[in-house]
């Protein structure tokens, strides 16, 4: 192959970008918005959305005050959050766990789409994040769940068993009908 | 299958110097899964077509030896293209692989499946391989199903529903299977972590399938193909790694090093696969323990490729494959796996 060709084939190439966000929430055929570990650079400069005092969830997430960082607002009056909706849920006191001696997990979920999670909360795909050394989050695991064997809450419950059945596009800290305005 | 062959070669071979480094293997290993996960799709697809048309009498190894020789073939095909490429994508893909690549156990643990053939319960290229070798199903296997809740005999479609359950259920969900992972991971950027994935999966999915090998739980365990399964990761192990080699020289002496190390576990881990004819795992020793096994047991053929794979992936010694490999992750700065 010739190096120009060479060139023009990988500047092809590279120009190729992941599954772009689309409005209204489209669900549908194999559309997908895979996230990668860009996809949560940052997120601490998201929109944020506090919770003041929440309640322990069975260990899950842990008792105190925690903030919601969105990526992206819904468009108004929308149904669903849509695809390429990313949401991180973070400890405000990321230092320590209760009880545990080790920074408290941080969950995030995105809007995947394409069929993924049909039989949990429809969609969405659940991450486990990391702070690495440089600030910026690592993706400690992703998928349906946690991994088997992964620390996750002092209950079998997983991210299904809340989320899925929550209304709210199986959003839960942040209602939907109260940002897509 | 030369063709699937050349493509093979084709995307493995690192880009050319046009490129920086980074973004060269970055994009390497995505032509490196995207080439495999056509090669899986093509296939599938080959064999849904050799399956044969539903009659009477369904179909099965003596009355249709030719058909099930010829769906026998794409079935190797399809797993070759899948071993090399999992460790990238079973990650990404979780849904589609537990239905494209799950096994027999995990699947009735949720829900009994009485209809072998249809496109529902377990599904994939392990429910495809347990009929096509459903009259030479190792004794251990038998024993070992024979104890799942629901437990249901593999054999072949005996009726033209059942035959045609096959083909347009259980051929067909895996066709969409694999033909969904092509289609989602075609537009897909990866990452430098996302992409190493391919190098450190392929390096995991070896050590798991040997233990499971102990307990008549081996992955591809009805066509005994494991060992080829576990050449194919290597495999692709090696084909991901390339595509990084030019980014680890870059980095001087320490990036020599480095790749030096990792250069000689393959080579290590290679040998020992090289060590042992044919696609199945060697027998396993009376009495084996994977916690404690005996002299007497490591020194036979499945306690030397035991010995050679675990310390190829112990992740703990530095001195490992496994253990190379992250420091090239530390060099590389790829932090998801860093030593």
Known sequence: ?181 | MARLASLFVLATLPLAACTPPPEQAVEGARLTVEAQLSALESAARALQAAAPAPDADGWNATSDAQAVAEMKGHWRELRAAFERIEGAIAVLFPDLDASADGRYDDAVLTAPDKDLFDGEGFTGVHAVERILWSDAVPAAVTQFEQGLPGYEPPRFPRTEAEARAFKEGLAARLVADCASMRQQFSPLELDPGAAFRGVIGSMDEQAEKLDLGATGEEESRYARHTLADMRANLAGAQAFYAHFQPWVLSKGTAGKAADAEVLEGFDALSGAYAEHAGDALPDVPEGWSNLAPSQAALATPYGRLWTAVKEATDTSRAASLAGALRKVATLLDIPEFSQ
């Open chain 1, 1 to 181: 192959m010739r190096r120009t060709a060479c060139c023009a084939l990988a500047a092809a190439a590279l120009s190729a970008c992941g599954a772009q966000p689309s409005p209204g929430g489209e669900d549908a055929g194999t559309a997908a918005f895979i996230a990668f570990k860009r996809d949560f650079a940052d997120f601490l400069q998201w929109e944020p959305f506090h919770v003041e005092g929440a309640a322990d969830h069975g260990g899950v997430h842990f008792a105190g005050a925690r903030t919601v960082y969105v990526n992206q607002r819904p468009p108004a009056g929308s149904t669903e959050w849509p695809l390429g909706t990313v949401l991180v849920k973070a400890m405000d006191d990321r230092t320590v766990a209760p009880g545990t001696g080790e920074p408290p997990p941080i969950f995030a979920m995105a809007k995947r789409g394409g069929g993924f999670n049909a039989s949990g909360a429809r969609g969405w795909e659940w991450f486990g994040l990391v702070m690495g050394t440089d600030g910026q989050p690592l993706i400690e695991w992703r998928g349906l769940g946690p991994p088997a064997g992964e620390t996750y809450g002092a209950t079998q419950q997983t991210c299904n068993g809340c989320h899925a059945g929550a209304g709210e596009d199986a959003v839960m800290s942040v209602k939907l009908s109260d940002v897509a305005r």
